[in-house]
């Protein structure tokens, strides 16, 4: 097939299968977009490009700013629920409010695009293990730990290596939280983790595992991405890892990288530990202002222009013999096998 041929096969995919981005920073641009008093911001910023893409399903982050930490952390994460529910009420339409898989599947059924909530970090509990069950109840269902930095509950690792003390993994706290994020059927997340952290949370948790986005460290060697061990832990424990669409994480050197580039780490995956554990957690990030004294994670882009291009991963992976099935597991079905096994209804 030529390349328009591909391309138009990956659009019809796309249309038939469940496509599911299992991290974007949706809650928290939605809220400072809101802030900054623009209107109507999902049906004309978010809304076309998911369209064009085909995407039933993204997980939001729920992402604090080091500019709020720490005094802010909690009234930040609540208006960010709030603020992303409120945009869903107000559209039932088009959007759904989702936290089981069959909410998610009813939602795609009847063209909605099913909504989830998941923590990058919990800055927001603090240090109060009373809060996560408080958001449960708010329809958060997804728990990374940390995001790049360190809290009560353990180590983050940096985007690049940083002069500081010794790191480590999980605190009491951290692994307390972990149980109690089991117990109440939210997935964990070890995407922005360390390696230590990494590891404990192999050990303690009893279900499968997602690094929602996070790459392949032989590939790049971001502390952000995960290295062949702990790809072939993830896959041994039944978890899936979201690819990530950031250049920084994607190639090496200044670029520009392509959806080309972002499907070889879809092939290392697939090759060391199976395509049952690759998934999509693209991160798209160019429609995001730097917040003012995290410019550290530029000069970042997207390998891909935005939801409504995706396509180009799925054309790349046709081109490179992928079948049907194996790529309707990476556009959504792994991902949906994991929260299957996690979530409680
Ligand atoms: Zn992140």
């Given at each position: 097939m030529g390349k328009t041929d591909l391309l138009t096969e990956a659009e019809r995919i796309h249309r038939e299968v469940l496509v599911l981005d299992a991290h974007f920073d949706l809650a928290m641009d939605l809220l400072d977009r809101t802030e900054r008093g623009e209107t109507n911001v999902f049906r004309t910023v978010f809304d076309p490009p998911f369209r064009e893409g085909g995407v039933d399903c993204v997980v939001s982050s729920i992402f604090v700013s080091q500019r709020f930490l720490p005094e802010q952390a909690l009234r930040r994460g609540l208006d960010q629920v709030e603020c992303l529910r409120r945009e869903v009420e107000h559209w039932p339409e088009r959007l759904a409010f989702c936290t089981t898989v069959e909410e998610i599947r009813s939602a795609a059924a009847s063209g909605r695009l099913g909504i989830m909530l998941s923590f990058e970090g919990a800055e927001p509990i603090g240090n109060d293990i009373r809060l996560l069950s408080v958001f449960h109840r708010l329809g958060v269902r997804g728990l990374?730990?940390?995001?790049?930095r360190r809290n009560y509950l353990a180590d983050g690792c940096p985007f690049n290596p940083v002069k500081a003390g010794k790191a480590g993994g999980l605190t009491d706290l951290g692994v307390k939280v972990l149980r109690e994020a089991e117990r109440l059927g939210m997935w964990i997340d070890v995407s922005h983790l360390n390696d230590e952290g990494f590891y404990d949370v192999m050990e303690l948790s009893k279900k499968p595992v997602i690094a929602s986005h996070s790459n392949c460290r032989n590939l790049v060697p971001s502390p952000r991405n995960l290295t062949d061990d702990q790809i072939r832990t993830l896959a041994k424990k039944g978890g899936v890892m979201g690819m990530n669409g950031c250049s920084i994480f994607v190639g090496n050197g200044p670029g520009p990288f392509t959806a080309g580039d972002l499907a070889d780490h879809v092939d290392h995956v697939a090759k060391i530990a199976?395509?049952?554990?690759v998934g999509l957690?693209?991160?798209?990030?160019?429609g995001f202002p730097a917040p003012?004294?995290?410019?550290?994670?530029?000069p970042s882009r997207d390998v891909i222009a935005g939801h409504g291009r995706i396509s180009e991963l799925t054309a790349e992976l046709l081109h490179r013999g992928y079948s049907k099935n194996h790529i309707s597991l990476v556009l959504g079905g792994n991902f949906l096998r994991v929260l299957e096994e996690v979530l409680v209804s």
């Open positions: 990374g730990l940390v995001w790049s199976g395509i049952e554990h957690g693209l991160d798209f990030c160019d003012p004294g995290e410019s550290d994670l530029l």
